[in-house]
């Protein structure tokens, strides 16, 4: 329970701010006073305490409040499955970023797909990006046997009857020949190659570029880095 009171119990909010990235102590001071920071759904005043359980926002956007939270963005290879142990052996996720602090994987990518996937240990967070309540985009880029035309993407983008019911609508372009980018924000199973599939398109293969507000380039197959903490933020925002 949020204390406001000038007791020792729990730890300033403008300390969590700073400690979050929001900047110095003086403008996450400032942030409280322009009424952009709420506790438990209330807006904070200034010098109020959290304790464990309170829920902090700033601009609507939930807070990690956790000190040793860590996130890290992966390009994920073929032929490495999104789970933190595999009884067949296969290699997964976990083994190509730092053991310490442990981390898992936000969601899940096909063994045979490639792409972006964020491994954290704030687990509200990695909740909060994979409920479809939130609505955090997902974006693929496909190289598809044929190219899509106009009927088919028009089908992407009103939904898809699959067999576990019809899709929500995806944005849907084909920006060159075989190619087709597609954005979705559910987390079917294997859900944008049975997509294509049902509108005649095959996946020949599969790239994630996209999740929410991070994407980047740079990295390698195989290769990782740790978010920024204004990337952090970004994320946090995307949920809000």
């Known amino acids: 329970m949020v204390n406001n009171s000038d007791t020792e119990e ?3 909010v403008q300390k969590i701010l700073a400690r979050a990235g929001f900047g110095s102590r003086r403008a ?5 006073r322009d009424q952009r920071v709420a506790i438990n759904g209330t807006v904070a005043q200034l010098g109020a305490r959290l304790s464990p359980g309170d829920e902090l926002r700033v601009d609507g956007a939930v807070i990690s409040m956790l000190p040793d939270a860590i996130t890290y963005l992966l390009n994920k290879p073929s ?7 595999d009884p067949q052996g296969r290699p997964t996720v976990v083994e190509l970023v730092p053991t310490s602090p442990r981390v898992f994987p936000v969601g899940r990518l096909d063994m045979d797909t490639e792409g972006l996937l964020l491994m954290t240990n704030d687990g509200e967070m990695a ?32 939904g898809v009857e699959l067999d576990d019911g019809l899709t929500a609508p995806a944005k849907a372009s084909s920006p060159g020949q075989g190619l087709l980018r597609i954005t979705i924000h559910e987390g079917r199973n294997r859900q944008v190659r049975r997509m294509c599939d ?22 390698k197959p195989g290769q990782w880095r740790q978010l920024s903490m204004s990337e952090v933020i970004d994320l946090q925002r995307a949920t809000a």
């Open 10 to 12: 729990g730890e300033r």
């Open 28 to 32: 996450c001071e400032e942030l409280v």
């Open 79 to 85: 032929d490495v499955v999104t789970t933190a142990s």
């Open 127 to 158: 909740n909060r990006l994979t409920h479809p309540s939130f609505g955090v985009e997902k974006e693929y880029l496909a190289h598809v046997s044929g190219t899509p035309g106009r009927a088919a993407l028009r089908q992407l983008r009103e």
């Open 198 to 219: 049902a509108v005649g398109f095959p996946v020949k293969r599969l790239v994630r570029v996209r999740i929410g507000p991070i994407a980047d380039r740079t990295i």
